[in-house]
């Protein structure tokens, strides 16, 4: 079992940045696809990013192409945390925002952006855009 705690959502204006953090709990981390995906009022879950291992030494992120250039996944292994670096924020951005993890494995590495392909998610936290 996973938990997972988001924290770092709050009220900002139109370019400026946010960092959302995720906390996990449990053994194994390290092994696990995390995912960020924001839900609007009135909307589907949509996916924004994930990171995953690359099944090499290291891991690979994601992008939906609404936020490529604007947003960065992390994580520390060390931690057991995950962030996502929210820069240039526009109003659409408005969202609560959850975290997910799952330990299934994809080649196609496109699955990920899926919201049924991840088995724990945590309570969210809502991030505001005024414009």
């Known amino acids: 079992q996973v938990q997972l705690v988001e924290s770092g959502g709050g009220l900002v204006q139109a370019g400026d940045s946010l960092r959302l953090s995720c906390a996990a709990s449990?053994?194994?981390?390290?092994?696990?696809?995390m995912g960020w995906f924001p839900q609007a009022p009135g909307k589907e879950r949509e996916f924004v990013a994930c990171?995953?291992?690359?099944?090499?030494?290291?891991?690979?992120?994601d992008y939906a192409d609404s936020v490529k250039g604007r947003f960065t996944i992390s994580r520390d292994n060390v931690k057991n945390t995950v962030y996502l670096q929210m820069n240039s924020l526009k109003a659409e951005d408005t969202a609560v925002y959850y975290c997910a993890a799952t330990r299934q494995y994809y080649s196609d590495t496109s699955a990920y952006t899926r919201v049924d392909r991840y088995d724990y998610w945590g309570q969210g936290t809502q991030v505001t855009v005024s414009s």
């Open positions: 449990g053994r194994s981390f390290a092994s696990y696809t």
């Open positions: 990171i995953h291992w690359n099944g090499g030494n290291t891991y690979d992120a």
